[in-house]
């Protein structure tokens, strides 16, 4: 079974940068896509960005598209989110997320337990 863990998540102040972290930890990893997805209080969650984990590829939401940038290390099954430019709305309990099957769009499968990020005006 494989477990995912988000980390790097803090305190910023608005137009600073951050990075957090999805380690895929266990004795097997089988995901296809990596996915990272935010909850803010009171809404409901949202998509930011995904990346094919063999093929590199990537997909963003409109509302972090240039903002943010991920990637992934294959040989440390990490994932990566760079944020730049961050806004207070930005300000969410971020998640990272893996998806068996290819495509960005359907169901994510497992699901880490979150990080949060504060951003500050």
């Known amino acids: 079974q494989v477990q995912l863990v988000e980390s790097g998540g803090g305190l910023v102040q608005a137009g600073g940068s951050l990075r957090i972290s999805c380690a895929a930890s266990g004795r097997t990893f089988s995901g296809n896509v990596m996915g990272w997805f935010r909850q803010a209080p009171g809404k409901g969650r949202e998509f930011l960005a995904a990346?094919?984990?063999?093929?590199?590829?990537?997909y963003y939401a409109d509302s972090v598209k240039g903002r943010f940038t991920i990637s992934r290390d294959n040989a440390k099954n990490i994932m990566y989110l760079q944020m730049n430019s961050l806004k207070p709305e930005d300000t969410a309990v971020y998640y990272c997320?893996?998806?068996?099957?290819?495509?960005?769009?359907?169901?994510?499968?497992?699901w880490g337990q979150g990080t949060q990020v504060t951003v500050s005006s």
């Open positions: 990346i094919s984990w063999s093929g590199g590829s990537t």
């Open positions: 997320a893996s998806r068996r099957l290819s495509g960005f769009v359907g169901p994510y499968d497992l």
